[in-house]
């Protein structure tokens, strides 16, 4: 029935192109986003957003529909803030970028445009280039989200979220659609969706949920003004300092493995209690049968969540390692890479954190390739036969 869906931000304007051409135009008093990102135009039949920006660039975004999973075959490449800047470097200063490391950028740039392989933007990458301003946070949001065409890890605490209630109903402890294109899901608690027009068509309305979602996310990504993370940062230096004594008290006490495993596993489910009470609501399980799933059924099933037992695993380590300095970006390594390395097809992160999730293999189920640079994971992937096609790699190469 229709064509094209366009959303002028600026005048607040929606237009609807219908296929014989005729186009109709609404007002759109909820349209949210503003600043970086002008203009929204959606072509309807092959669910594609083009985004123009207030310096002329347009960004292209997969809207996709409910339920959307990755295409079969696409190797998902979850990379950290740091190898983010890489890329970011590759396309718009170069010369800033290490040799070594020039052409596996410009090789995923090109895989990512060619849609050979999936560069998730995740919830990590919003907070980190939040304490960034000017030229250089447009610059690195501008490649993060024209990279990732909207595909999104969701926040890890949804992913443990589901882990805990499979486990709970005594399924297989694995989330669903961890990469997704659905709307809302990059952060944990993160208000639900503007309902634009209560009135138009389900399908409609549904379609500028998704647009106006969108949208919100890319502007505020591209908004040149450093966000406030003061409260954010807080809660991470608090976080960090509780695991220095615990560490130290454990090595004082010279505790054996199955002893120090109990007070990490005892720390992280202190950490997680509300995930863990939420979960316990959504199961059913009442309050009663609570203690018994955490005493029988949790330790079972730890190993087996691709991300919880990762970070319980990588937790235990650092706390054997009294030496060990934590800092409060350790919250987003850990986490977020953690997550990522239980269902991504390769995770790139940074040094520290890598070592400590391929120390964890051994008792975790089986994850990503870890690589530490963009090199080794264009090595697994060519590996694998995903390469460049002839023209963009040359372009690559250039």
């Known amino acids: 029935m229709f064509r094209s869906l366009e959303i ?48 002329g660039q347009a960004l292209e975004v997969e809207i996709g ?31 800033r970028l290490r040799e070594s490391e020039r052409e596996a950028a410009a090789t995923l740039i090109a895989l990512a445009d060619q849609q050979q392989i999936l560069l998730p933007v995740a919830g990590a990458h919003l907070t980190e280039i939040g304490a960034v301003a000017g030229r250089r946070r447009r610059d690195l949001a501008a ?32 989330a669903a659609a961890v ?9 944990a608690n993160g208000p639900a969706p503007p309902a634009p027009m209560p009135d138009a068509p389900p399908d409609l309305a ?25 409260e954010g940062k807080a809660a991470a230096e608090r976080w960090a300092t509780n695991f220095p004594q615990l560490a130290t008290y454990m090595r004082e006490q010279r505790m ?11 720390r992280l489910i202190a950490d997680q209690s509300q995930d863990l009470a939420r979960a316990a609501h959504r199961a059913g399980v009442t309050s009663e049968r609570f203690p018994e799933w955490l005493s029988d059924r949790f330790p079972e099933d730890l190993g087996r969540m691709p991300y919880v037992g990762r970070l319980g695993e990588v937790l235990y380590l650092r706390l054997r390692n009294a030496d060990d300095k934590w800092e409060a970006n350790d919250l987003n390594d850990m986490n977020f890479l953690c997550a990522a390395d239980g269902y ?55």
Not at 23 to 43: C, D, I, K, L
Not at 145 to 174: F, H, K, T
Not at 347 to 370: C, D, F, M, Q
């Open 206 to 230: 549904g379609m500028l949920t998704r647009v106006i979602a969108i949208s919100a996310v890319y502007s505020a990504m591209l908004d040149d003004e450093p966000l406030d993370m003061a």
């Open 8 to 55: 002028d931000f600026d005048a607040r304007v929606m237009r609807l192109e219908f296929l014989n051409g005729e186009v109709v135009q609404e007002a759109v008093t909820r349209a949210v986003p503003g600043g970086a990102v002008r203009r929204s135009r959606v072509n309807l039949e092959r669910r594609l957003m083009l985004l123009t920006l207030d310096d």
């Open 344 to 398: 991504a097809d390769i995770t790139v992160g940074e040094k520290k954190t890598i070592n400590y999730l391929r120390r964890a293999e051994p008792r975790v189920r089986p994850g990503s390739h870890l690589c530490r640079r963009l090199s080794e994971a264009v090595e697994i992937l060519a590996a694998r036969g995903t390469t460049p096609w002839p023209a963009q790699a040359a372009t690559a190469s250039a």
């Open 179 to 187: 990469f997704t294109l659905e709307p809302g899901v990059l952060f």
């Open 65 to 95: 529909v409910a339920g959307q999973a990755v295409p079969p075959g696409v190797p998902i490449v979850y990379l950290d803030q740091l190898h983010w800047i890489s890329l970011a470097q590759q396309q718009w200063a170069p010369d």
């Open 143 to 174: 490649t993060i989200l024209g990279l990732c065409r909207g595909w999104q890890m969701q926040n890890p605490i949804r992913i443990r979220g589901q882990e805990y209630v499979a486990s709970m109903l005594g399924q297989d402890p694995v």
């Open 256 to 266: 054996g493995e199955e002893h120090a495993r109990i007070n990490a596993h005892a």
